[in-house]
């Protein structure tokens, strides 16, 4: 079975304030890691993958195998980043896409 | 205009009633995903489909049925045996074989009166 844990419902930071989101996962095989971003009023969409190693503004995450984490960070928060944050999982060669609870960030101005 | 559409936006249903929302992609993707969104509990898969004429239970099927008769539409019916039906549903599709990036619908909220 595959899981991804999301431990804050809701997190606020004041603005230029370093942002941590945490995501831990649960699964048996090689995992794909995401983190997808809604902001008010508009669709679901994809903020980062770990297999890309890139940054999405301002945002990145890295794999941690051995601690199972996939935690997105950010040095200096900003306002437009109040959104809500979800991570999720897949495993290569396996479609189906598992979605943590969602956490809630709020930049505080 | 390339993405996925679900209609209609809102959906009232009569309890007893089965009801079915629609999701159409012009993307040329081969999977497809639907999702039930309750506060506080994220996004929780109900079906997906790899593929045309296949598709898998997820984690909350059971009250919901599929159909994948075409490659663009991933319809998702909501049968009386749903017991709290009264949700938010989001439809995604993606490229098969290793998903790079899951495109989402814009939704549809289904209140049950």
């Known amino acids: 079975a595959q899981r991804v844990t999301q431990p804050e419902k809701l997190l606020s930071v004041f603005k230029g304030a370093p942002v941590e989101l945490k995501c831990n996962y649960s699964?048996?095989?090689?995992?794909?890691l995401f983190w997808y971003v809604q902001y008010s009023r508009q669709r679901l969409q994809l903020l980062l993958r770990?297999?890309s190693r890139e940054s999405i503004k301002g945002f990145t995450a890295d794999l941690n195998k051995g601690e199972t984490s996939f935690h997105l960070k950010k040095p200096f928060a900003q306002e437009e980043d109040s959104a809500m944050y979800y991570c999720?999982?897949?495993?290569?060669?396996?479609?189906?896409?598992?979605f943590g609870t969602g956490t809630r960030l709020t930049i505080i101005p | 205009d390339g993405g996925i559409t679900q209609s209609p936006k809102y959906l009232f249903r009569k309890e007893g009633q089965n009801v079915t929302l629609s999701c159409e992609q012009n993307?040329?993707?081969?999977?497809m995903y639907w999702y039930r969104q309750d506060p506080g509990q994220g996004l929780r898969l109900i079906y997906y489909?790899?593929?045309?004429?296949?598709?898998q239970k997820g984690d909350i099927a059971e009250g919901y049925s599929v159909s994948r008769e075409k490659k663009e539409s991933f319809p998702l019916t909501v049968t009386s045996a749903q017991k709290n039906p009264t949700a938010f549903y989001l439809c995604?599709?993606?490229?098969?074989?290793?998903?790079?990036?899951?495109?989402f619908g814009q939704g549809t909220r289904l209140t049950v009166v």
């Open positions: 995604a599709s993606s490229f098969s074989m290793r998903i790079t990036e899951a495109f």
């Open positions: 699964y048996s095989g090689s995992p794909e």
């Open positions: 770990h297999i």
């Open positions: 999720a999982l897949s495993g290569f060669g396996n479609e189906k896409l598992t």
């Open positions: 993307l040329n993707h081969d999977a």
């Open positions: 489909s790899q593929i045309v004429n296949d598709f």
